[in-house]
C-alpha cells in the first residue's frame, strides 16, 4: 500500500481486536468504527461473535488514514479519493477525476503550512485585484 512505517512494530499474528489495533496505532476505538463506514479499504471481518477482527493489511490502511488525515492535511474524502487511486478501486457513484492542470501541484503534496501560505497570497492577490479593477 505505502511505504509509511509504523510508529509501533505490529505484532506476529494475522488478526486483531479493536482494542489492540486501537492501542497499536494511538487512535480510539470510536474512531477507528467512524473511518470504517468512511473509507471502503479499511473493511475488518467479523468473527463468529461478531467482533471486527482486523487483519495486518488493516492496520497499515490505518496507519496510512491517520498519515493523510493527521500529517498531510487531507479531507475525509480526499484522503479517500487518494487511497482508491493507491489501490486501483474506483470510488463508489464517483466519476472519473479530471486531470488537473500540469502546472498545478497535487494538495497532497504541499505540507499543511505551504496550503495556508498559497491560500493566504490568493486572498491578498485577489484583494489587490479588486483595488485595481475601474469602477
Known sequence: MSSVAPTTAI???SLFRIGEVS??????????RYWETEFPTLQPVKSSSGHRMYRREDIETVFEIKRLLYDEGFTIAGARRHLAEQSGIAEPGAEPAPAPPPARERDHELSRAQRK????????LLAALTLLEPR
Open 11 to 13: 505484532p506476529e499474528k
Open 23 to 32: 492501542r497499536l496505532t494511538a487512535t480510539k476505538a470510536f474512531v477507528l
Open 117 to 124: 501560505y498559497l491560500l493566504d497570497l490568493r486572498e491578498e
